[in-house]
């Protein structure tokens, strides 16, 4: 069992910026991927960003990629997702979670779910 901790969301204004952390307790959080997802209101979850378990290797989805950083660090066992630039469209509660394996874009390869982090941009 992994457990996920989400924090650092909140209100902002178009052009902000926002540092989400995940802290992941535990004695295998080097070994997983992970993984930033967001889900707005009525809208189903996607995917935002995804980091392999050493850092290595990152990946986004286009319509953040050029604002928005996933990075980590293992000895602290967290995973961030700096976001900048953010617009009204990004509002939505962010979610991060791992897997034991390689880094994936879909939401159902992951085992471990945080509950969640509010981010509301306003226009």
């Known amino acids: 069992q992994v457990q996920l901790v989400e924090s650092g969301g909140g209100l902002v204004q178009a052009g902000d910026s926002l540092r989400l952390s995940c802290v992941a307790p535990?004695?295998?959080?080097?070994?997983?991927?992970m993984g930033w997802f967001r889900q707005a209101p009525g809208k189903e979850r996607e995917f935002v960003a995804a980091?392999?378990?050493?850092?290595?290797?990152?990946y986004y989805a286009d319509s953040v990629k050029g604002r928005f950083t996933i990075s980590r660090d293992n000895a602290k066992k967290t995973v961030y997702l700096q976001m900048n630039s953010l617009k009204p469209e990004d509002t939505a509660v962010y979610y991060c979670?791992?897997?034991?394996?390689?880094?994936?874009?879909?939401?159902?390869?992951?085992?471990?779910w945080g509950q969640g982090t509010q981010v509301t941009v306003s226009s």
């Open positions: 979670a791992a897997r034991p394996s390689v880094a994936s874009r879909g939401a159902g390869e992951y085992a471990y």
């Open positions: 535990g004695r295998t959080f080097s070994s997983y991927a």
């Open positions: 980091i392999s378990w050493s850092g290595g290797n990152s």
